[in-house]
């Protein structure tokens, strides 16, 4: 296997799993409580953050690579400003494409906005040096990593709701238990990467 390409499959795995944007760096906390009640919307809202991700990081490329070089003191608010223009362009895109999915996703679309975790990426990405492709690998793997944290989040919280679970830790306290069962769970994933590295 070429150096590149292991390279690429280890960013993946290492910002899919190992270094989860949710669960590990608790970043993204607003969908993933908000957005987790059943499993469609949260899968729904996990690929539209794939899409904000991908886009964030060419954008974020390209401006640390052509803009930010002569000003790096921009970069906080120029990322801001793409982050925020691309998911206007997404929520204009799926009320076109998919009015019910726009229902559906109602108030939660523009919290893609706020997601720490899209800012979370762009910071990320420029301070470790990633070249484009890189950086897209990278963007890719923490998507598909907010998509499994939501979406396990949701199948739990809907088996959740079928199951006899004692009133006291219903709803908001079962969720934060929840969550930090998954949370070690994956920090699990750091030692088998670093036993087989």
């Known amino acids: 296997m070429p150096d590149f390409v292991a390279e690429w499959v280890w960013v993946f795995a290492a910002a899919c799993l190992v270094n989860n944007f949710t669960l590990t760096y608790f970043l993204g906390l607003c969908p993933f409580f908000g957005v987790t009640g059943r499993l469609d919307t949260a899968l729904r809202l996990g690929l ?14 390209f401006l640390n690579t052509f803009v930010l070089a002569y000003a790096p003191y921009l970069r906080l608010i120029s990322f801001i400003v793409v982050i925020a223009s691309t998911v206007q362009f997404v929520e204009m895109a799926i009320r076109k494409l998919s009015p019910a999915l726009f229902r559906a996703l109602g108030l939660f679309l523009p919290l893609i906005t706020t997601n720490c975790a899209i800012l979370g990426l762009a910071l990320f990405q420029t301070n470790r040096g ?16 907010l998509t499994l944290a939501l979406v396990i989040m949701a199948g739990l919280r809907e088996e959740n709701e079928l ?11 079962m969720s934060f238990f929840v969550a930090g069962l998954l949370s070690m769970a994956f920090m699990g994933f750091a030692g088998l990467f670093s036993s087989t590295g």
């Open 163 to 173: 199951a006899a679970v004692p009133k006291v830790v219903r709803g908001t306290a």
């Open 48 to 61: 539209a953050n794939i899409f904000v991700l991908l886009i964030t990081s060419v954008a974020a490329w």
């Open 130 to 145: 990633y070249d484009l492709l890189t950086g897209l690998v990278y963007a890719l793997g923490a998507g598909v990593g």
